[in-house]
């Protein structure tokens, strides 16, 4: 550690030379100055760690020379002396810049004091810099608009999301209810070039049959019954912006081939109107469905289902990304300690073993839904096994085989479980060994060996 520097200011020569001596002893290198003057010369020449200053001396006194040096050397340490000071004198000081006051005639452990404490707040200072830094790396690592993720499943998806949002291609999200797919789209808007332009979402499985068409493209005066004017429909509001279509896979099959028209010539025709209306639209569109299956069932449009097929993002299930739950559970309890007003820290090592062997058929939502509650009933610091409902509690995180297993020796247990886990890997990725040891997160020379032990196929 390079030796720390400290400027003694004061016109009594014996006090400097005092100083001098017994900072000396303790390992601190240290220069000295009659006044205020000669100390902002000797500030120019050398970067000084701490300054201890008297207040009264001739030409240019302490306060004054505080806030000449503030002005030109900010964020150094300052640390005022005097003999006829006064609680006024010291919160004078500290509002002009001093870090503390020491009152003359002091103790040299009050001087030792007063240093170590401004050392200690300048470790802090510089701790909290590089927390601060590390923190902002792992959020420009592990999240992208509102994504928060760290799993090797999700950083494609990442990558791919912030490609695609410089271009206006339509984008096809596909995942499982509960995954974050608006959130998806968000971020695709919202870093793009169209981002200071709306932003318009719409459920096409969440609007009657009879109004989506309404909906959509809007309607003229006298169009039906109730049609007392014009009304815009959501494509006019996202013109030079973005709309997002959640749930397309419920979107009725009459309205299926006038949406692609739209995607194709880009202009709507309202309801009731007899001309047509060129719009710029991006388009985002989301399902929960498999619409290569819809489309073999004819329930959805082939040649719509390629139009917005051009580029597809696929969001895992919570369930294939468990090195996200950790990083989600946090991010959540921050999230509802702010909205609830509450100081909860983290789950404690038996809840988030839970969290973490939990299957979250509910996906993100539900985990987001569970913290919520969590953090809502917490009386501590740490979120515990009480807190968690009793959907996660109630097989302890432990295998569905665990209760079945027929033998109470520990080691034979272990190695039951072990086979039968690698077991359903090899048949869920039909016996892809590197896919195999993903899921069960371990390496691929481990599983390989675990498979001769338990001479699996």
Known sequence: MPQQTVLVIDDEENMRHMLKIMLEKTGYAVQCAEDGIEALQCMTETDFDYILCDIKMPRMNGMAFLEKAVKKHPGKTYIMMSAYGTVETALEAIRKGAYDYISKPFKP?????????????????KENLRLKTRINEIEKQYSFGNIIARSEAMAHVLELVKK????????????????????????????????????????????????????????????????????????EEADKGTIFLD???????????????????????????????????RVVVATSKDLSEEVEKGRFREDLYYRINVLTVHLPPLRKRKGDVSLLAGYFIDIFNKKLKKRVEAPSSEAMAILMGYHWPGNVRELENVMERAV???????????????????????????????????????????????????????????????????SRPMLIAKIKEYGLS
Do not use: M
């Not at 009725?252 to 109107?273: A, D, M, N």
């Not at 096994?385 to 209760?403: A, C, I, M, W, Y």
């Open 376 to 442: 809502l009933l917490s009386t501590g610091r740490w979120i515990t096994v009480k807190e968690l409902p009793s959907s996660l509690t109630r097989n302890k995180g432990f295998p569905q085989d665990f209760d079945r297993l027929e033998t109470l020796s520990i080691k034979k247990a272990s190695k039951q479980l072990q086979r039968n886990l690698i077991e359903k890997a090899l048949k869920a990725t039909n016996g892809n060994r590197t896919q195999s040891a993903k899921l069960l997160e371990i």
């Open 247 to 281: 749930e397309i896979g419920e979107l009725p099959f009459s309205l299926q081939v006038k949406l692609l028209r739209v995607l194709q010539e880009e202009e709507i025709t309202p309801l009731g109107g007899v001309g047509s209306r060129k719009i710029d639209v």
């Open 109 to 125: 452990d009050e001087v030792f004091l007063t240093l170590r404490k401004a050392e200690e707040r300048e470790r802090l200072q």
């Open 164 to 235: 695609v949002a410089e271009h206006k291609t339509t984008v096809l999200i596909t995942g499982e209810s509960g995954t974050g797919k608006e959130l998806v789209a968000r971020a695709i808007h919202s870093n793009g070039p169209r981002s200071s332009e709306a932003l318009v979402n719409i459920n096409c499985g969440g609007i009657p049959e009879n109004l989506i068409e309404s909906e959509l493209f809007g309607y003229k005066k006298g169009a039906f019954t109730d049609a007392v004017k014009d009304k815009l429909g959501r494509f």
